[in-house]
């Protein structure tokens, strides 16, 4: 891989994904509206373009082709079409950010227990599905239409210190706070991601000659209410937390949602420990 085109490049695990590349000498282009700084200073090329509209994809692209195509921005089937129509001849591969999101609630799930390649294609846009359906029919149009190789990573929920959706943070300002923090199943447990483990994955597995989904998790996994106490311990304000089905809360999940790494694995990569580096990142975030 010697160039590479990254929509989604610009924040959260996107910049941990640029610089891996970057890293590994590869010519990054960076696709964006350009609403917002990155920090790559004359590292990377940018390209003006809106992920979402074909006519702005095909015109910004206009003569250029890549080795990889790293796409954080595909949420339905109508989203990956985009792709098929305007890049499908100017790269010779394509990764694309999936979800742990694709499989219903389940303890070590294997890529099996999704199946893109025969499950229902339909057309939909991302704003009329859930973000669990419009994930699967991203798959399952790349899988079933692709005439390029495609993997997809299925990620849980990706925790870092540059986490703009806060979930983690919610539950660390509500220790500072002494509120109450409200689960369906305190019991329940989830696996989680680092940021800088997800980008840098992206950019691994894209020179692994491996095609299809793939999921990608920290070993190990944590139950809610142990999640909660250690919050209290690095705050210094213990949790009350509550099983409350009504009053939800970010990561209030009914019953253990975990998945299996074991493919990437047995393909080389060495994943984190979930409980090496969770504790200091919530130190990081409560001061």
Partial sequence: ??????????????????????????????????????????KVERIKVDRFEEASIQSAMQGREWDVVFDQLCYSSNDAEIIMNTLADKMKRYVFTSTLS?????????????????????MVDRNDVTYQEGKRQAEAYFFQKATFPVVA?????????????????????????????????????????????????????????????????????????????????????????????????PYGVGATWTMSNDRATKLGYHFSNLHDWLPELVTKLAK
Avoid at 4 to 9: D, I, S, T
Avoid at 172 to 178: L, N, V
Avoid at 218 to 242: C, F, H, R, W, Y
């Fill in 102 to 122: 694709v499989y219903d609630e389940g303890v070590n799930m294997a890529e099996e227990t999704f199946d893109p390649y025969t499950y229902e294609l339909k």
């Fill in 1 to 42: 891989m010697k160039t590479a085109l990254v929509f989604g490049g610009t924040r959260f695990f996107g910049v941990n994904l640029v610089n891996a590349l970057v890293e590994k000498g590869v010519s990054v282009t960076v696709a964006t509206r350009q609403n917002s700084k990155d920090p790559f200073g004359d």
């Fill in 153 to 249: 990573m299925r990620i849980p929920i990706v925790l870092g210190e540059h986490d703009y959706t806060e979930r983690l943070l919610h539950y660390i300002k509500s220790s500072k706070e002494g509120k109450k923090v409200f689960f369906p199943n305190p019991d329940a447990k989830m696996g989680f991601v680092h940021q800088q483990e997800a980008g840098e994955f992206l950019a691994w597995i894209a020179e692994k000659d491996y095609t299809g989904p793939i999921n990608v998790c920290a070993n190990g996994v944590i139950s809610m209410s142990d999640l909660m106490q250690l919050i209290g311990e690095k705050t210094g304000k213990p949790l009350t937390v509550v099983s409350d089905e009504e009053h939800n809360s």
